[in-house]
């Protein structure tokens, strides 16, 4: 709420600056209309300091650096590079710090742009402002404004300062930004009495970072740099905290798990092997082996290939990634919260729909774009005379004017965004402004003024000069007395006026804008609105975008709500959600009311609102947070600064490229560079195709690790010999940790990915289905491989042989694991071979192993022997078992013997 800075003190004064008359403002900010003199300017700078925003507290570039390294797994892994090093295994240990390395870089990256997010919003200050001092129109730097300073406004301007009106000439200014509302609004001089009017209907107040579109005034400066409307959302986003993405929230568990799995493994394996004689520092080199091969190494690198490779693919489809976590957030999101303007539609006003000659034709098309066609009944129709006047007066009667970018093909306006529509829905007939113009010379003009509520221009033609005016339907038609239909101009009688408003009621029923057109011919400045004959109406809306209304039915066929939030008006926002199905209970709330629910009521009553309608910036933030206590995962769609809070507070904000402000995109994780809603639903499938796919790592790397632990363990419980060496608990490790787990994070996604509902994020990747596959894997992985390993050593087989039957198909039965882990529910013998890389990745970890077994110079370091073609074949048995226990395992999941699968 724009509030004064009375000079006087240095904290705002607590009056809402709408309410009060120019005159008691004036009084109050010891000013006039006149402007400040220099030297009171000079003074009240000293005092309330520039205008612009400040950051309340920087992070420094260290600081974020060394953050990462707060990380668990960041501070295991380099504890498992100090260990590999003392082992003697420097490649290992180089390969775990180049990944360490690499996560820590990615995160300071992430971190240190998201702090940019309020110098973006610094930068949407105007840089200059006309003011007026000591009675002087002059421009000064913005920076300089201060309250009490009288802005001097014209068309294009953008305003330097949140300012109550105390001129107006016709001004109307572009808020979008600040409010949402994509119609330029009309302003006025009278004070308001309501002290809580949202900021979209304080019509005698002009705002910061604002835009004045038509018209002119002046406007007394009562807030500038931090107590503007920008100043109070910039301060709020200092203070809004960006929750952990439901992925780093189950890999910070996964790593104090593994963490204290780790240090528990140590502690089990050194005491076991004290107590059976074993020398100390042997003991404690095998359990510190171990304890690294629990954690995986790999898994940062994995995640981070696995976003990487997700954020490229999503390029190609319009969405850029700017916080990676994010991408895998998206696909566990539950609710979109979706602005209206510009993002579910075009923020390009477009006319829909034209009464003209007694008939209500539709116009095709959405946009700028002068594409589209006419239809009565469905059925297209040719450019009637009625028509064809009507649109040539409404051509005629505006200033704007739509420009082709040759460089993208785009088109846009220049002007007020409503006469826009008007002249694309000429062109759409063939009509063009500048060959009209050209034709049928403006002589005179009476502009639109707010009071009058109608544009009336006269024009120099063959038949005379010829008015024509465009207005509010209810104006427009008290100037005239007759009307144009099939057969020629016919007399308006009182019935044919009750035809004709009923026409514009069921137009604006539609949350259509709606503008009657009437001419006169023989016209002067005198009697040029007086006995005119209408033309017809038009009705005009920013329409939904076509693609948006799919986008939504396949957001619900994958179970992911869609909800309404804008600062536009209730009956417009209602409509075009209607018309786009995201209208399913029927409930609209607006801001007013929001503010009246308590908390409580708000948190019960959330999830069954399908439209927020005159929102301010806290009530969308107010929003977004109820949803996230209610369990929900959040995505917040936006484009302008009114949606930053909400953008940075949501699990994943998501802004716009063309039409999105610096300040949602910087704010935002993810941006849509085609401004098209249905580029989620591509962002929704990629984020779950890789948590699938993470979740597949995991499994596989968890199961084989428990196979490992469950082998050297279970020897040391039976008093047997160690059945694997330190250095080759490395190398399998390294060797399931390597490529095949590599491979497994750029796996071909489940083509029913978006045919189930979201995971539940709370229950994290290690569901029952999940845990019960990791078991059975690494129960069956420990039984056999021991197993194998007592029943080499009673065949009368040497240590070194036994030992490397066991590495061997140790290694075989994670193989086999990679291939069974692609998916939690379906048979390995379905595609079996789909995921070509992890078909390579196993043929060259295949060709390392035969090194590690038969070149004689790496027998001693790895405690190898040259296994005979009959060791090879029972090798080969005892892990190809594992196949059909984890089938038979995953067709007990498919019938939720375990639990839903998420």
């Keep these: ?137 002059i421009d000064i730097p913005a920076r300089d404004i201060v309250p009490g300073d009288v802005l001097v406004l014209h068309a294009g301007d953008r305003i330097a300062g949140d300012a109550r009106l105390i001129e107006v000439v016709n001004l109307q200014t572009l808020e979008a930004a600040l409010t949402g509302e994509s119609v330029a609004v009309e302003k006025q001089l009278a004070s308001l009495t309501d002290p809580e009017l949202p900021l979209g209907d304080r019509s005698n107040m002009v705002y910061a970072g604002t835009t004045a579109t038509y018209g002119r005034g002046r406007a007394l400066v009562v807030s500038t740099g931090m107590q503007t409307e920008f100043g109070r959302i910039a301060e709020l986003l200092q203070t809004v905290e960006s929750g952990k993405t439901p992925l780093q929230e189950n890999l910070d568990r996964l790593g104090n798990a593994l963490a204290r799995a780790a240090f528990l493994v140590v502690a089990i394996i050194v005491v076991l092997g004290l107590l059976e004689g074993q020398p100390f520092v042997e003991m404690l080199v095998f359990g510190v082996a171990l304890a690294v091969a629990v954690v995986p190494e790999a898994l940062p690198a994995v995640v981070t290939i696995s976003l990487a490779l997700g954020v490229q693919r999503m390029v190609k489809r319009h969405a850029l990634m700017r916080k990676l976590p994010a991408v895998e957030t998206l696909g566990s999101t539950s609710v979109i919260c979706s602005d209206k303007t510009g993002t579910l539609t075009k923020d390009e006003m477009t006319a829909r729909k034209i009464y003209a000659a007694g008939q209500m034709l539709h116009v095709s098309g959405v946009g700028y774009e002068p594409r589209g066609e006419y239809s009565f009944n469905g059925e ?107 057969g020629g101009v016919m007399a308006l009688d009182d019935a044919g006026r009750s035809k004709i408003l009923d026409a514009a009621r069921d137009m604006a029923s539609e949350a259509l804008r709606v503008l009657a057109v009437a001419t006169r011919p023989d016209a002067t400045p005198q009697n040029a609105q007086c006995e005119m004959t209408l033309l017809g109406l038009v009705g005009m809306i920013d329409p939904p975008r076509p693609e948006a209304l799919a986008a939504i039915q396949t957001c619900e066929h994958a179970g992911i709500r869609v909800m309404m939030i804008t600062g536009d008006h209730p009956t417009t926002a209602q409509a075009v959600a209607r018309e786009l199905g995201i209208l399913k209970t029927g409930r609209v709330v607006t801001g007013s009311e929001l503010e009246q629910m308590s908390e409580d009521e708000f948190q019960r009553d959330v999830e069954s609102i399908d439209v927020f309608a005159r929102v301010s910036p806290a009530h969308k933030l107010r929003v977004v947070t109820a949803l996230q206590n209610k369990g929900h995962v959040v995505a917040m769609t936006g484009d302008g600064v009114n949606d930053v809070l909400a953008l940075k507070k949501a699990d994943c904000g998501v802004a716009m490229g063309i039409t999105g402000t610096d300040v949602a995109r910087e704010a935002a994780a993810m941006t849509l560079t085609d401004d098209n809603f249905a580029s989620i639903v591509a962002a929704v499938e990629e984020g779950r195709g890789i948590f699938d796919n993470i979740k597949k790592y995991l499994m596989y790397l968890l199961s084989s690790n428990i196979g490992e632990i469950g082998l050297m363990a279970g020897a040391t419980i039976l008093g047997l010999p160690l059945p694997l060496s330190a250095v080759q608990i490395l190398y399998v490790n390294l060797a399931t940790d390597g490529l095949p787990a590599l491979a497994l994070a750029v796996d071909p996604h489940d083509p029913e990915l978006m045919s189930h509902k979201p995971r539940n994020p709370r229950t994290g990747v290690f569901t029952r289905p999940v845990v019960t596959l990791m078991l059975v894997g690494g129960a069956w992985s420990t039984l056999v491989n021991l197993g194998l390993f007592a029943w080499t050593l009673q065949s009368g087989r040497s240590a070194a042989e036994a030992m490397t039957m066991t590495f061997v198909a140790l290694t075989l039965i994670q193989f086999f694991k990679a291939y069974i882990f692609r998916s939690e529910r379906m048979s390995v013998l379905n595609r079996p071979f789909a995921n070509k890389w992890l078909n390579l990745a196993i043929i060259w970890e295949m060709a390392l192993l035969m090194l590690v077994v038969y070149l004689p110079f790496l027998h001693k370091p790895f405690g190898t022997f040259s296994l005979t073609l009959e060791d090879w074949a029972i090798a080969v048995c005892v892990s190809i078992s594992i196949l059909p226990v984890l089938d038979l395992a995953k067709w007990m999941v498919r019938r939720g013997w375990f639990g839903e699968v998420n």
């Excluded at 996560?103 to 992430?110: D, I, T």
């Excluded at 063009?432 to 009071?451: G, H, N, V």
């Design 1 to 137: 709420m724009a509030k004064i800075n009375h000079p006087s003190q240095t904290e705002p004064v607590t009056v809402p600056a709408h309410t009060l008359s120019a005159d008691d403002l004036c009084a109050r900010l010891r000013s006039s209309p006149s402007g400040l003199c220099a030297e009171e300017a000079v003074r009240r700078l000293a005092d309330y300091g520039p205008n612009e925003l400040q950051i309340a507290h920087r992070i420094s570039p260290w600081a974020i650096l060394w953050a990462q390294f707060k990380n668990v797994l960041i501070i295991i892994l380099l504890a498992a590079t100090a260990v590999s090093a003392l082992l003697g295994h420097e490649v290992e240990a180089i390969a775990i710090t180049v990944i360490v390395l690499f996560a820590v870089v990615l995160g300071f990256v992430q971190e240190y742009r998201a702090e940019r997010a309020i110098d973006a919003l610094r930068q949407m200050a105007a840089p200059m402002a006309s003011v007026m001092r000591d009675g002087q129109e």
């Design 380 to 486: 297209i129709v040719e450019l009637s005379e009625p028509l064809e006047r009507l649109l040539q007066a409404v051509v005629l009667a505006s200033d704007a004017q739509i420009i082709n970018t040759e460089s993208d093909g785009t088109w846009h306006v220049k002007g007020d965004p409503t006469e826009g529509a008007l002249i694309v829905a000429a062109a759409k007939a063939g009509l063009i402004k500048k060959d009209l113009d050209a034709r049928f010379t403006r002589i005179y003009e009476i502009p639109f003024a707010s009071e009058t509520k109608r544009m009336t221009t006269l024009h120099q033609t063959p038949d005379g000069i010829v008015a024509y005016a465009k207005g509010a339907p209810e104006v427009i038609l008290d100037s005239c007395t007759s009307q144009l239909m099939p």
